[in-house]
T-cell receptor, first 114, second 110 residues
Framework: DADVTQTPRNRITKTGKRIMLECSQT?????MYWYRQDPGLGLQLIYY???????NKGEISDGYSVSRQAQAKFSLSLESAIPNQTALYFC?????????????FGPGTRLTVL | QKEVEQDPGPLSVPEGAIVSLNCTYS??????FMWYRQYSRKGPELLMY????GNKEDGRFTAQVDKSSKYISLFIRDSQPSDSATYLC??????????FGTGTRLQVTL
């Protein structure tokens, strides 16, 4: 099955460490997204990429950076992790050919910053 | 004010009940309306979508959109314990980013 995968699934780290979360997809979609989810706040868009050479900031990009290594790979980095970046992180993909732009999500990475 | 408002719940209903989940929105440019279901510790999965106003039915699920009131609903008939999850509404204009509600947590009890 065409899928969206995320690694790692769980990560505990310390304040100040650099962390990379990785996302891969076999759906053949050109658009990829990173979200964080906090209780009561829903999904907040961090960065999105409409193709390999197109990277855009979302609502909450401060403290994060991304890299689109290939159409199928989109990674999220926390340069210097802080405790309020503790959250559930999701990668998603969509196909620009579909006007309704429905997104397909990976299983998530639970990140804890101590 | 958020573009999309959704009551966070939790909503607790007995098995077999009809469930109504709702969102309101403010952006009249939204044309596509979706419902995602998210089980605990999982990613959201697309449940249904509708275009513009009207109803769409899929098994026990019915999605309804009233663009004049900027109000969308998801009805679940004969609710089952396996329907216990968080339901997120999402909407978009033409081929642009999705805007999500915060999600409503539903618990269906035996």
């Amino acid at each position: 099955d065409a899928d969206v995968t995320q690694t790692p699934r769980n990560r505990i780290t310390k304040t100040g460490k650099r962390i990379m979360l990785e996302c891969s997809q076999t759906k053949g979609h050109d658009r990829m997204y990173w979200y964080r989810q906090d209780p009561g706040l829903g999904l907040q868009l961090i960065y999105y990429s409409f193709d390999v050479k197109d990277i855009n900031k979302g609502e909450i990009s401060d403290g994060y950076s991304v890299s689109r290594q290939a159409q199928a790979k989109f990674s999220l980095s926390l340069e210097s992790a802080i405790p309020n970046q503790t959250a559930l992180y999701f990668c998603a993909t969509s196909d620009s050919e579909r006007e309704r732009n429905e997104q397909f999500f990976g299983p998530g990475t639970r990140l804890t910053v101590l | 004010q958020k573009e999309v408002e959704q009551d966070p719940g939790p909503l607790s209903v007995p098995e077999g009940a009809i469930v109504s989940l709702n969102c309101t929105y403010s952006n009249s440019a939204f044309q596509y309306f979706m419902w995602y279901r998210q089980y605990s510790r999982k990613g959201p999965e697309l449940l249904m979508y509708t275009y513009s106003s009207g109803n769409k039915e899929d098994g026990r699920f019915t999605a309804q959109v009233d663009k004049s009131s900027k109000y969308i609903s998801l009805f679940i008939r004969d609710s089952q314990p396996s329907d216990s999850a968080t339901y997120l509404c999402a909407m978009t204009g033409t081929a642009s980013k999705l805007t999500f509600g915060t999600g409503t947590r539903l618990q269906v009890t035996l």
